[in-house]
């Protein structure tokens, strides 16, 4: 068995974070996805989540292509459950940089996912739109 791992914040789950795992699920036979925790989100992206880790794990481990949804570690280093968990393949967003530096050295197979329409589908974008700045 096949498995593969991917990660984010999925605070707005749009079309684009839906492409992303789709395609991730395409790559092996069995799909985890570790959701950011809000503490991370915070520290890492400046900002506050508009929906709770509680709430955005629920929302992915929902989607029919997720096999597992966990939350990602609050304390240690962050590579650690990529350890724990062991994947073949580790699938990325086409712009995701964070906590990706030293994924290489694990040996673990890297593939970026292509983006789907990303002047549409962005977070940053689509939150603007919710707070009604430009």
């Known amino acids: 068995m096949k ?3 991917a ?9 684009g974070h839906k492409h992303y795992l789709r395609e991730a699920k395409k790559l092996g036979d069995y799909l ?6 809000d503490k991370t989100v915070e520290s ?3 900002l506050i989540p508009i929906h709770t880790e509680e709430e955005r794990l629920r929302r ?5 292509y997720v096999d597992e ?12 459950i990529v350890k724990e968990i062991n994947p073949d393949i580790i699938a990325l967003g086409y712009d995701q940089t964070h906590f990706t530096e030293n994924l290489e050295e694990l040996g673990i197979k890297i593939v ?7 002047k549409v589908y962005k977070s940053t974008l689509l939150r603007k739109k919710l707070s009604g700045k430009k």
């Open 112 to 118: 970026r996912i292509s983006p789907f329409q990303p």
């Open 3 to 5: 498995k593969v791992l």
């Open 60 to 64: 992915v481990a929902n989607l029919v």
């Open 69 to 80: 949804a966990r939350l990602g570690n609050l304390e240690g280093d962050k590579l650690d």
């Open 44 to 46: 890492v992206k400046h």
């Open 7 to 15: 990660f984010g914040t999925f605070d707005i789950l749009h079309r």
């Open 32 to 37: 985890v996805v570790v959701v950011a925790r």
